[in-house]
């Protein structure tokens, strides 16, 4: 089975938060500004590689 079309959309929005705010901390002016934007960055990969994982999971239940 194709991966679930809300994954696939929480996916490609999550990796497009962790895009700007790499890009937000890339560009800020004060430090606290740039670690805030961080740890924002990596939040979202943390949750996108969750959802790729659950994309695969469900990839393997429906083989099974």
Known sequence: MEEDPTTRELRHEQAEREAGERKDAAEADREDETAQHE???????YLREKLKERSEAERESDRG
């Open 39 to 45: 740890r924002r960055a990596e939040k979202a990969e």
